[in-house]
């Protein structure tokens, strides 16, 4: 979601871009390398809110003003792509909705690993293991690992990229109560659903701040909640579940009959003194990517072009 950002201009809207720009070209470089590296085109956002309609078609227009491709949709051109069988039945309550063609999704468990594996063949070297302590030492950084052979490694740059994690291996250093990297957590729900027979969605829907991610086999990925203060081992809010699950009074029949596969939580690190994301060089050869809140896969790329700028300055 780079093209349907609300603002165009500053740093959150530069990062979407590049980050936009990125993910095109490693998608042309991992594909050449023998990755599939998909991405599916192609966004809807729908509202049955006649203030958030406005501001769909305002920002529509000023997308076109800038040569971005967005069309506008009222309830009878939705109707017809319904018809048409772009879009599954929607509730009557929709009034519009605006279709970003350069918006999309991707399967970021593929990416990570067909990323992971690429740069495995062109040199890097894999750890897996928890992080258990950082310290700064005369020749960089010291890493210390929970792995079977309880590795120490040193290194001249760290970039510590562990979310709400991050503050506690930053405690040590004095730096943990830095009120300018200072963050929450914001707990999500999120549920897999297998669609009815005859109901076909092509691409993501987002309907009024919710996600609609179509899935292999007829499956949907429906998500999420949002709940400030709330962490991974503390229960998510069953009313914030129910509301999300019916669109807030608004789910069409079809969501209304899928049936529940899975039920998940995970907690998101919202940067409280500054707009996501925390991009920050601490000390010399120590930096932090950390509070991307709702957007890590996003503005993963431009977060790591900020990294290797950084290094290479």
Known sequence: MADVFQRSSGRSWRLRQQSMQLFSEWQQQLQGAGYQAKINRGLWLLTNNSNQWQKYQLLAEQRSKQGIGMEIFNTAALKEQVVLGVLPPLSEGVIGGIWSSRDGQLDPADWIKELLQDSQNNGLQFSNGKVSDL???????????????????????????????????????????????????????????????????????????????????????????????????????????????????????????????????????????????????????????????????????????????????
């Open 135 to 313: 310290a700064q030492i005369d020749r960089g950084w010291q890493l210390s690992m929970d792995t079977s052979n309880k590795e120490v490694e040193i290194f001249d740059w760290v970039m510590l990229c562990a979310g709400l994690e991050s503050i506690q291996l930053l405690a040590p250093l004095g730096l943990s109560k830095a009120t300018d990297i200072a963050m929450q957590p914001v707990l999500g729900q999120a549920l897999e659903l297998k669609l009815p027979a005859g109901i076909n969605l092509q691409q993501s829907i987002n309907w009024d701040g919710i996600n609609l991610v179509p899935r292999p086999d007829n499956h949907l990925w429906l998500g999420a909640t949002l709940e400030p203060g709330l962490n991974q081992n503390q229960a998510g809010s069953i009313d914030a579940l129910k509301d999300m699950q019916e669109l807030n009074g608004a789910a069409p029949e079809w969501l209304n009959q899928a049936k529940v596969l899975r039920h998940w939580q995970g907690v998101r690190a919202q940067p409280l003194a500054q707009p996501a994301p925390v991009l920050e060089q601490l000390l010399p050869g120590l930096c932090l990517m950390a509070g991307h809140y709702r957007n890590g896969i996003l503005l993963g790329p431009a977060s790591a072009m900020w990294a290797a700028a950084i290094i290479k300055n």
